[in-house]
C-alpha cells in the first residue's frame, strides 16, 4: 500500500503508516509477553490505537488525492479486521482478569 504513494511522500506519510502498522504487532507482542491479563489488555488496548491511526493516515491520503478510493477502502477493511478481533482479544483478557487474576500460561 505505501508503494502506492507518489515519491515524496515515501518518507513522509508512507513512513507514519508504516510505523503506526508495525506498532500495531509490536503492542500485540510485548503485551503477550505480560505477566498478568490486565497489562495484556492495555497494549492490546494501544495496538488499537494504532490501527485507528493507520485509518486516519489513509483518510489523509485519500483526501489529498495521494490513494485511490479501492485502496483506501481495501486499507480499512484490514484495519477494521484487525480493531474487531483486538476488541474480542481484550474482552477475553479481561473476563480472564475477573474470573481468575493469576498470570499468563505460556
Known sequence: MCNALPKEERFRLSDQIL????STTANIAEGYGRFHYLDNAKFCSNARGSCWEVVDHLIT????????PELQTQGRALASESIALLNGYISYLRRASREKDTPNNL
Not at 510505523?19 to 508495525?22: E, K
Not at 491520503?61 to 485511490?68: K, P, R
Open 19 to 22: 510505523r503506526a502498522a508495525r
Open 61 to 68: 491520503a485519500l483526501d489529498e488525492g495521494l490513494i485511490s
